[in-house]
Structure formats: C-alpha cells, structure tokens
C-alpha cells in the first residue's frame, strides 16, 4: 500500500477543494477600477465575485493618491490583489507591475524585487501585514 488515495477519491477531494476556494473568493473584487476612478465616487465601491458590493475606504484612497505620482492614478487598479498558490507555501504573488511599483514607491516592498514570468513573488507575512496596513485596497485571493 502506497499511502497515496486512489485517483478517484484525489479528484473529488479537488472538487470539494475548488467549492471551498470558490466560496471563500466570493468576497473578491470582480472588476476592479482605478484609483482616480475610485477617488471621483462619492461612495467609492466595486462590485464583489459574490455580487456584493465592496467599500473602499475614503481616507486609504486620498493617502494613496497623496503619496503615489500622479501618473499611477489612471493605472493603478483597485484592490491591489497578492495571489496564494496552494503548490507554495510560505508566498504569494503580485501579477499587476503597477501594484508592485506602486507598493514599492509606498516602501513596502523592495526595489530590489523583480518580476520573473509576470508574477513577483513574497512572503505571505509581507502579504498579509500590507492587507492589515492597507485594509479596503488590497485583497488576497486563494487559489
């Protein structure tokens, strides 16, 4: 006996697994918009993958405009998502070099840090401490 669960019980493990990740997702932003389209919003929202309705918060939004170039405005889209990858796991990634340049001009993350094919990878801790500091306008997704 190999230890190992037969294919059948792995492919409905995955399935229950795929349930599970996508309930969890629910909360996550479907489109996401600009930080100036934000800005503009009297309530700044977006619509979640659950059909909710996902606040941003006013004052986060005024930082982040104060403190990035005027020239991200218009680029950077909202939240910024950090995704996890169940094959790694101690980190998550960034698929937007916007979001990355823009953590990056926040002094959150290195400078030093590069993208290698379309994802920059870090620590989950850096991942989740960059939610708890920006809470409405960055999002974990599982996957």
């Not at 932003?29 to 389209?37: G, H, I, N």
């Not at 309530?43 to 996902?54: I, N, R």
């Not at 218009?74 to 995704?83: A, D, V, Y």
């Amino acid at each position: 006996m190999s230890g190992r669960l037969p294919d059948s019980d792995d492919s409905a493990l995955m399935g229950w697994m795929r349930v599970e990740i996508g309930m969890i997702n629910r909360d996550i932003v479907a489109e996401r918009k600009s930080l100036s389209q934000l800005h503009k919003e009297e309530v700044p929202s977006a619509k979640t993958k659950g059909g909710d309705e996902h606040l941003f918060d006013k004052k986060m939004l005024d930082v982040l405009e104060e403190q990035l170039p005027a020239e991200l405005h218009g680029k950077l889209r909202l939240p910024i998502l950090f995704f996890l990858d169940n094959r790694v796991a101690d980190s998550s990634f960034l698929n937007d070099e916007t979001a990355a340049r823009s953590l990056q001009i926040l002094g959150e993350l290195s400078k030093f840090r590069s993208f290698s094919k379309g994802r920059l990878w870090v620590g989950k801790s850096i991942a989740y401490s960059i939610m708890r500091k920006y809470p409405t306008v960055v999002q974990i997704v599982m996957g």
